[in-house]
């Protein structure tokens, strides 16, 4: 039986705490893209810790985070929001794909939670792709009676090509008594226009903001500099050589690298 927790102004995220080795500056706080959660970032979040506490999020809908009937950026904002607010604010805040448009609106409408900003391959605007065959591919696993994530690679493999996209879509499963996805994947369906796009929230960040992205990746082009330049004009834009979308997992060391620059400039 499927479990919705149905609940629009604010949703409890489930996190994922890595305490720094030292007295740091504001913690920094994680926020995965679409069908991610915390634990894919476990192992870079250990290696950021020695300079801030890391607090690793799943996404409303993702992961341990309950579910809700409404999936967009302002709601995904006001849930990291209310999150930084118990940390103590402000936080650093480095989101990726849906987790960096979700930054992004957080950063434009709360810039006072928001030390700094660092988005990692997404823009503020619309993309003209979806992921429907991804959900579907997803629904048409048959779950129930599966014990290993291999099965589950196995099943989406009709649907789905790239290796990868497999493993990554496999990390979901949850494979107990009950064999489920801990993806609301109804919602994330219903909302996917909402998802590929973004708001019109009309805010501007003047803090800080690295725009890292993957130099094989079309997701951050010349194109998009104007948009992502008039809400945040500090803006700086970086890519890592031979990374796709997934540049974190695609060139660890240069992503790590990089934000990590990026953290120590904040700090005195």
């Known amino acids: 039986m499927r479990q919705t927790i149905r609940r629009v102004e604010l949703v409890e995220l489930a996190i994922t705490e890595y305490e720094a080795t030292r007295e740091t ?6 926020a995965p893209g679409l069908f991610g959660a915390a634990r ?23 992961g341990a985070s309950p579910w ?36 992004m609106a957080l950063a434009e409408t709360r810039p006072e939670l ?19 065959a ?21 099943a989406l493999a009709p649907r789905i090509e790239a290796p990868a996209v497999r493993s990554f879509l496999a990390q979901s499963a949850i494979l107990d008594e009950a064999p489920r996805w801990s993806l609301n ?3 994330l369906e219903a909302h996917m226009d909402a998802l590929t796009g ?15 992205y993957g130099a094989v990746s079309d997701y951050v082009t010349p194109a998009h500099h104007d948009a992502i330049l008039e809400r945040f004009p500090a803006a700086r834009f970086q890519a890592l050589e031979g990374a796709g979308h997934w540049l974190h997992a695609d060139r660890p060391r240069e992503f790590l690298d ?4 990026f953290l120590d400039e904040g700090v005195d």
Not at 41 to 61: I, Q, S, T
Not at 69 to 96: K, N
Not at 258 to 261: D, F, K
Request: one cysteine or more; hydrophobic letters at 50%.
């Open 198 to 212: 973004y708001p019109e929230l009309g805010g501007r960040y003047e803090g800080p903001v690295l725009m890292l």
């Open 258 to 261: 990089a934000v990590n620059g």
């Open 68 to 103: 809700s009937d409404r999936h967009d950026y302002p709601a995904m904002a006001g849930d990291l929001a209310a999150l930084i607010q118990r940390l103590g604010a402000p936080a650093a805040v480095l989101g990726h794909s849906m987790g960096g448009k979700a930054a």
């Open 185 to 187: 994947l109804d919602a």
């Open 134 to 154: 991804e959900i579907e591919a997803m629904r048409a696993v048959p779950l129930a009676g599966m014990t290993r994530r291999a099965e589950v690679e196995a």
């Open 114 to 132: 928001v030390e700094r900003l660092i988005v990692a391959d997404i823009a503020p605007v619309a993309y003209d792709h979806d992921l429907f």
């Open 40 to 62: 894919n970032w476990r192992a870079l979040a250990k290696r950021m810790c020695a300079r801030r506490r890391v607090v690793a999020v799943d996404m409303r809908n993702h």
């Open 25 to 30: 500056p504001p913690p920094l706080v994680l």
